[in-house]
């Protein structure tokens, strides 16, 4: 394991070899600055290439595989890449998920679903569903969490 090749097949070998694999995912996987704000980024943008190549990647790694993947990125770059979004967790939230910045329902977004980005019970403005909310929602997250999407709740966990 002392070069990067010897690395890169011994991770190929354990994964081949496991029943199951467990994959988490931090900041070194997070959507690239490239001027704009971050909802407006996205994995098939070219400033992206190298991102979209690493996800690309993993996901070829995996795809026979039993995986789960826990993101603590709120990009939401990981929906857009090749994964059953079953298998994944982001429990620091998903900027492209509307919540009420007063958190005076637990209904969650889609972005977009709410075209004036006002909550349509109490009229504050809505805000990221993620940690650095003031009110962070943390339930879509949980087991048995959902968000309203087209006016259906949906979950966002998956079951491993
Ligand atoms: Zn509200």
Redesign the pocket.
Known sequence: MNDRNTSKEEIRKAISAAEKVLIGIGGEWKLLEDGRDVRSRSLKDEAQRAVREAYECLSRLVEDKDYYIVTTLTDGAIYDADFDPARIVAPCGNIHWRQ??????K?IWEEGEVPSDV??????P?TGNTLEAETYIEEGYLPGGKIISNGRPKRLTGSW
């Open positions: 009420c910045s007063r958190a005076c329902t209904d909550c349509p019970h109490c009229g504050a809505l």
